[in-house]
Structures are given as structure tokens and as C-alpha cells.
């Protein structure tokens, strides 16, 4: 088997699908592993690592001949149909996400596994590129705020007087959000967190946090989050209003899969905030929590209200990222791999849930 790798096409991408950790271990499992170089440049992996790891470093598109190509974001359209017919393209692919892509996928015959499709099963956990991206994308997120705010997070006392630790909310408590949690509470912030599974409670107060009760629970099917009803929404709203009056920094993270952000945190809510707080919306790729956020920018309120709405948050970590993501992608890969050959066991449902387009059954 023939595994290629290019060099990430997508702008503002880092992050790299393949680490020399992950290139040794496939050379280790029988395949040959073709890099172009430079690919690990943005994620600080130099080109000798990977020849010392055994890959081989080409310079031209190292997809064509490939038998399974990685990436971290899909190739351009022209690589896509540059690639072998029948090629396996595994990565966060959203085929979905843009009708050129799509369409080359399926003219070239390419079986592709994009990650995000993968059931959140036990089993599936070592694969997840979702979550351990989004371990990354929470802690930047407390990162970006703290710059941000115009204040300390811990409490001190100093000759100067004492200073008041931050309060720090953080919206949503999945794999983001609870890494948030951590990592406000290392900084030394007062931190609270909300979400809308009862679950979380325990997941927050484990990490020093507080779980704030806003009286609302809506677990939806597989672990997740459902949309709210309004009048679920309108108290979710009310008791919020009035708690972000004592708030310093917010950090979004709240998702409802296959939905836009759910709006949790509205334009009279930041209104009613005291001047120097901060949000930082991690949702803001998928149109963000707050009403104010704008993709990608960094906006201040006529009432001195911070609201960043970052992108590529995950990329901005990109060597760690890339580690987690490389291997979420190799232990998928071994699911294909037997003694040095391709095979697809279509019984597994890692595999027949995540290939897209869908295979019909039987
Ligand atoms: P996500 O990114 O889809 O959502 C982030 C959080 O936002 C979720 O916790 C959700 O409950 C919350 N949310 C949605 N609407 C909200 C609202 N109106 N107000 C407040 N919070 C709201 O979720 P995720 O981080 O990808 O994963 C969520 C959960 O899925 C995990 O915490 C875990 O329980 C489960 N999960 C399981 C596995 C596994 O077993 N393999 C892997 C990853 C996640």
C-alpha cells in the first residue's frame, strides 16, 4: 500500500495529517509513505524527521499515485481528481460542505472516510478527530480571553492592594467546553460552566468548576445536545440576562450537531455587561453563540464589551493538534490495513457508518 501525503492547501491550515510518529508506524505496518516536502513545515515537523521516520520525500503531488491519501482539510478539487480511481482519502473531508468536491469524489470513485462522519462510539474514541480537536480549540479559546481581558484571572495579594480573581463563564460543556473549564481553573479564574445535559454537572465540578442551573436539560439522542424549545430558550435567556451582569469573560462553546450554533448569549445581554468583559465565541464557525460575533473578527461594544470570534482555533496549536490528529487518522488507517494490503471489512460499522457517499446495503 501506497500512503501519500501533500501539503495542506486550505488557507490558514497548520495542522498536518501525518506526524513522523505516524509515518514510522505505517513504514512499521508494511506501507510505503510518500510525503511532499515541506508538509510539516507550519506544525514545526522537519523533512529529515520524516525521512528518518522512513517516508519518502517527493516533490511533486504525492496524491497521484497514492492508494490512501491523508489529509487534514480536503484537497483542492483538481488534486481530488488527480488521485487514483478508487483511492481511499481519509481526513475531515465535509464532502458535503462544497458541491465541486462532492462531485469529484464520487467521479473518481474515491472512497473516502471523512472523520467527522465516525460514530461516537467507545471504540471509535482513538479515531475522533472532533474531539481531540476540540481539546485544543478550548484551551486556545481561555488563552485568547485572558489576553484579551483587561485583568488578572487569579486572585492577588500584593503590596499594591488585593485583586479580585476573574469570573469566567464558560457556555457548553462537551470536549471544548470541559477543556475551557481546566484550563480557566489553572489560570486562576472563579470558573463557572452550563450546558444543556444533566450529565455535565458532575464532568464540570470534577474540573473545579461550578455548574450553573439554569433550570434547563435537553439531551438529545447519542449523547448530545437537542435544539431547545422556545419556551425552554426564553428561560435559558432570563436567568442568564441576569447572572452575566456579575460575569467578566465568557467563553462559548455550545453545538447541537448538523444545526448552526444555538444563540445563547443575545446583544442585550453584552449591553448589559459591565465594561472590559470579554467573549470569546468558539462557535463563531458555525455562526456563533452570541448574537454580536463576527466570523473571524474581534469587535468592541459602545459598552467597552470585547467579542472575538476566532477561526482555526485548533490549527493555532497546530504541532499538538497535529500529533492527536495524526493519530486519530492511524489507528482509522490500521482499521484498513492487513498485512500490508488494503481490506474493508464493511461489517464494522466504523467503516460503513463513516464512508461517504453512503455504499447501499448488503
Ligand atoms: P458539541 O460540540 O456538539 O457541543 C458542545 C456542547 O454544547 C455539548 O455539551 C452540548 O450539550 C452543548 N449545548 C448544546 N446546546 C446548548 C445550549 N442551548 N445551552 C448550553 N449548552 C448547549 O459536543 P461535543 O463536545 O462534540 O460532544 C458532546 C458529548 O458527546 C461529549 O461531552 C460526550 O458526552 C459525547 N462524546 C462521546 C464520545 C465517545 O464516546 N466516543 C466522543 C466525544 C463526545
Keep these: 500500500v501506497t500512503i501519500g501525503v501533500a501539503r495542506e492547501s486550505a488557507a490558514g491550515e497548520r495542522r498536518v495529517a501525518l506526524t513522523p510518529e505516524t509515518a514510522k508506524k505505517l513504514v512499521a505496518a508494511g506501507a510505503r509513505v510518500r510525503v511532499e516536502r515541506g508538509l510539516g513545515r507550519f506544525a514545526r515537523f522537519t523533512d529529515e524527521a520524516y525521512a528518518d521516520a522512513g517516508a519518502e520525500l517527493v516533490d511533486g503531488d504525492p496524491l497521484a499515485d497514492a492508494d490512501v491519501a491523508l489529509c487534514v482539510q480536503a484537497p483542492s478539487v483538481a488534486a481530488i481528481a488527480a488521485m487514483k480511481p478508487g483511492a481511499v482519502l481519509v481526513g475531515a473531508l465535509q464532502p458535503q460542505a462544497d458541491e465541486a468536491r462532492g462531485a469529484a469524489i464520487r467521479e473518481r470513485g474515491i472512497v473516502a472516510f471523512p472523520l467527522e462522519r465516525l460514530p461516537r462510539t467507545t471504540r471509535a474514541q482513538a479515531m475522533d478527530i472532533l474531539s481531540s480537536q476540540a481539546g485544543m480549540a478550548g484551551y486556545k479559546a481561555v488563552l485568547i480571553a485572558a489576553q484579551l481581558a483587561p485583568r488578572f484571572f487569579p486572585m492577588l495579594t500584593t503590596a499594591a492592594g488585593t485583586i479580585r480573581p476573574s469570573k469566567v463563564l464558560i457556555v457548553g460543556a462537551g470536549v471544548a467546553g470541559l477543556q475551557a473549564v481546566a484550563t480557566a481553573r489553572r489560570l486562576g479564574a472563579q470558573v463557572e460552566c452550563f450546558d444543556v445535559r444533566p450529565e455535565t ?24 445536545a437537542r435544539q431547545l424549545s422556545d419556551e425552554e ?22 453545538a447541537v450537531p ?15 455587561m459591565k465594561p472590559g468583559s470579554v467573549v470569546v465565541d468558539l462557535a463563531a464557525e458555525t455562526g456563533g453563540n452570541c448574537e454580536l460575533t463576527q466570523r473571524g473578527q474581534t469587535i468592541e461594544t459602545d459598552n467597552g464589551v470585547v467579542v472575538a470570534g476566532p477561526l482555526d482555533l485548533a490549527s493555532q496549536g497546530a504541532l499538538h493538534a497535529s500529533e492527536m490528529f495524526a493519530r486519530n487518522l492511524y489507528n482509522f488507517v490500521s482499521l484498513l490495513l492487513r498485512e500490508g494490503t488494503l481490506a474493508f471489512d464493511w461489517d464494522d460499522e466504523l467503516l460503513s457508518k463513516t464512508v461517504w457517499p453512503e455504499r447501499a446495503a448488503g
Design 201 to 224: 454537572r458532575e464532568q464540570i465540578e470534577s474540573l473545579g468548576g461550578r455548574f450553573l442551573d439554569l433550570g434547563v436539560s435537553a439531551a438529545g439522542e447519542g449523547g448530545y
Design 233 to 254: 430558550r426564553a428561560l435559558q435567556q432570563q436567568r442568564l440576562a441576569e447572572h452575566l451582569k456579575g460575569i467578566d469573560v465568557i467563553v462559548c462553546t455550545a
Design 258 to 272: 448538523g444545526r448552526p450554533a444555538p444563540k445563547i448569549v443575545s446583544a442585550a445581554m453584552v449591553a448589559g
